[in-house]
């Protein structure tokens, strides 16, 4: 979504203060340490939190209603940290008045809600994107480098899994209205990093979603997404709160070779050279969230390519969404927006 440059400061503000990891409050700190930006404001429903982050950003006016915020503070672009179910309802409204928007992940629950947040930012001609940070995780980075630079070949198979055994977690990693579900917490960071390692489109998905032991919480034990995609490769992508025994956390096959994650700092790579096969262990990139914001920077202030397209972030809700779908209709289904 090409955007005209503006012209700095870029007057900020974040809306949600509190809630899950305090990332209100690294949002702020990115926002306000980021050159030619300036956090002007904080917003949140809870004026219990105001203290706080007065202390922590004494330059930053706090407001409790949005409405009033958008209406008052002085600002142009916002930062949506607060749960899943509210995103797309909030975002639409800064929107609407105006405001270049960045939305944690995932975008929202839904893909229609997806389509009205663009349709939104194309209406009134402003900046809408999703926080997937972990595109700049190292170990990410560094099996991307390895794939781009021809390593392993073509990729055709991905197996992608994050889980273990236990209770989901508390607030919004439990419940299903806010969460969404069980997919979209790290299994929405692996849709969007599968999405990013295949270059094709998406033939069909099919999902399986299993409720078995922890029914004290509405979310999902355990999710699983297998994406087919019309260039032949297939992903699969699990989330799991039922097993006991885990699995690498990557493990991609390619047709001259393949990579392996195990977690640590290094990842494996097996290939060949000159038809010989070799095995190597590649240490990772540095893992730094921090540099989300000046690429965001470099579109609004210098006119260069978003690095978070919205409509990327769409495809993401598109897989999980359609997962879903399967596991209740019980065959594959197609994704929307991938003819």
Known sequence: ?????????????????????????????????????????????????????????????????????????PVDLVSIVTPHNTHAAIAIKCLEAGKHVVVEKPMCITVKEATAMIE??????????????????????????????????????????????????????????????????????FVDWVLNLVDSKIENVTGFFYKLRWHNVTNEDHTEAVVRFKNGAVADIQQSGLSRIGKPRWRILGTHGAILNEGGDHIHVYSEVKGIPCESQVRCQRTD???????????????????????????????????????KSGKAEKAPYEE
């Open 1 to 73: 979504m090409a955007q005209p440059k503006m012209r700095a400061p870029v007057r900020c503000a974040v809306i949600g203060y509190g809630g899950a990891f305090n990332m209100g409050h690294a949002h702020a700190n990115w926002l306000a340490e980021q050159r030619g930006f300036e956090l002007t404001t904080i917003m949140d429903i809870d004026k219990t939190r105001e203290p706080i982050a007065k202390e922590n950003f004494p330059q930053a006016e706090f407001y409790s209603s949005l409405t009033r915020m958008l209406d008052k503070a």
């Open 120 to 189: 939104a930012a194309k209406k009134s001609k402003v900046l809408l994107t999703v926080f997937h940070n972990r595109r700049l995780d190292g170990d990410f980075l560094t099996t991307k480098s390895m794939i781009d630079k021809g390593m392993i070949g073509d990729i055709f198979h991905i197996e992608a899994y994050m889980g273990g055994f236990g209770r989901p977690g508390g607030w919004w990693r439990a419940d299903k209205k806010i969460s969404g579900g069980a997919l979209y917490d790290w299994g929405a960071h």
């Open 289 to 327: 969230w921090g540099q989300w914001y000046p690429k965001l920077a470099d579109t609004l202030l210098r006119g260069k390519p978003l690095f978070v397209t919205p409509e990327s972030a769409r495809r993401v809700i598109g897989v999980i969404e359609t997962a879903e779908k399967s596991s």
